[in-house]
C-alpha cells in the first residue's frame, strides 16, 4: 500500500509521533527535529534533552548509562516502527537509531518496503 497523503502532511505526522514516543518515554519532548523523505526512506534528525539522572552518571558510569541508552532506544525503535507503519500503510524493512549522549543529538533512519508516495 502507498501513502495517500501529502509529504508535508506525513512529515508533520511523523513529528508528531516521534515527539510523543519520546514524552511517553522520557517523560520530555524532543528541543528540535527536521524529517526528510527520500524514497523508500525517512531521516529524522533530532535534538534531545538528556535525562537529568543519566547526565548526571555519564561521568561516574558511563557504561551503565550505555546499558540504559541501548535498552531505551530499542522501546523507542519498536513503538516508532509500528506507529510509522500504522500512518503509512507501508511495512517497515528496519529502523536504525543512534543517539549521542554528549551533543544529545541523535538519527533515526527508516527504511520501508517500497517506495513512499503521496
Known amino acids: 500500500m502507498k501513502v495517500r497523503?501529502?509529504?508535508n502532511?506525513?512529515?508533520?505526522e511523523i513529528i508528531k509521533v516521534y515527539n510523543s514516543i519520546n514524552q511517553e518515554i522520557f517523560g520530555i519532548g524532543v528541543r528540535s527535529q527536521k524529517l526528510e523523505i527520500h524514497g523508500d526512506?525517512?531521516?529524522i534528525y533530532a535534538l534531545h534533552k538528556r535525562?537529568?539522572?543519566l547526565k548526571i552518571l555519564d561521568d561516574s558510569n558511563r557504561m551503565l548509562t550505555l546499558q540504559v541508552?541501548?535498552?531505551v532506544i530499542e522501546a523507542n525503535k519498536?513503538?516508532?516502527k509500528k506507529q510509522v507503519e500504522e500512518l503509512t500503510g507501508v511495512p517497515v524493512k528496519?529502523?536504525?537509531?543512534d543517539?549521542?549522549?554528549v551533543t544529545e543529538y541523535s538519527a533515526t533512519v527508516i527504511i520501508f518496503e517500497d517506495v513512499l508516495e503521496e
Do not use: N
Request: proline share 12%; charged share 25%; net charge positive.
Open 94 to 97: 528496519v529502523l536504525l537509531k
Open 99 to 101: 543517539y549521542d549522549p
Open 9 to 12: 502532511v506525513l512529515k508533520q
Open 78 to 80: 519498536k513503538v516508532l
Open 69 to 71: 541508552d541501548r535498552a
Open 51 to 53: 535525562i537529568p539522572a
Open 41 to 43: 526512506k525517512i531521516l
Open 5 to 7: 497523503q501529502p509529504f
